[in-house]
């Protein structure tokens, strides 16, 4: 089973306080948007690594979009480096937290979805196929929920690491053994 990232959030503090309408006049690319009366943050678009970056007044700044923990971390470093660049006291340190890792995976497995949401007696499974063509299933420890569709594809989100999502998706495994 190979478990591909698709999406890394991360977030931390490049400055005390940021001067947006400042920031986005002097960051004049075309990756760049800011419209507080719509979003209170400036909204930049890198190309290299394909991500979009998040910046607030307060300092802080979110990542999203990065296919690694390595990407977001690196996307992070280089707006930082591009802010410093137009003028601004950065931080000492970039502290960077990992919010939330969204990975995929192809179990080969087609599923009976109601056989599992009835044979997983558990307060962590929902299935309302009227409402969303998967089982919900959801993990305590390591915090995550796994998205089943009947297909054998599974989405696993909540992690904070690529090592939490791999033993997320393994104990789901695990709690079907003998049932599928």
Excluded: W
């Excluded at 499974?125 to 998205?147: C, D, N, S, T």
């Excluded at 594809?153 to 791999?166: D, F, H, W």
Aim: hydrophobic share 45%; with cysteine.
């Amino acid at each position: 089973m190979k478990i591909e990232i698709q999406n890394v959030v991360a977030s931390g503090r490049i400055a005390d306080s940021l001067d947006l309408q400042a920031l986005s006049l002097a960051m004049d690319d075309a990756g760049v948007t800011y419209k507080p009366k719509q979003f209170p943050g400036l909204v930049y678009r890198m190309r290299e690594p394909k991500v979009a970056i998040l910046l607030f007044s307060t300092g802080k700044i979110v990542c999203t979009g990065g296919k690694s923990v390595e990407q977001a971390r690196e996307a992070m470093r280089k707006v930082a480096e591009t802010v410093a660049a137009k003028g601004v006291k950065l931080r000492d340190e970039l502290d960077v937290e990992i919010q939330n890792i969204v990975a995929t995976a192809d179990l080969n497995i087609e599923f009976d979805l109601s056989l599992l949401a009835t044979t997983l007696l558990s307060e962590g499974v929902e299935y309302e196929p009227e409402q969303f063509p998967g089982l919900v299933y959801r993990i305590k420890e390591p915090k995550a929920v796994i998205l089943v569709f009947q297909s054998g594809k599974v989405v696993c989100t909540g992690t904070k690491t690529p090592e939490e999502a791999t033993l997320a998706v393994d104990m789901f495994l695990k709690a079907i053994k003998g049932i599928h």
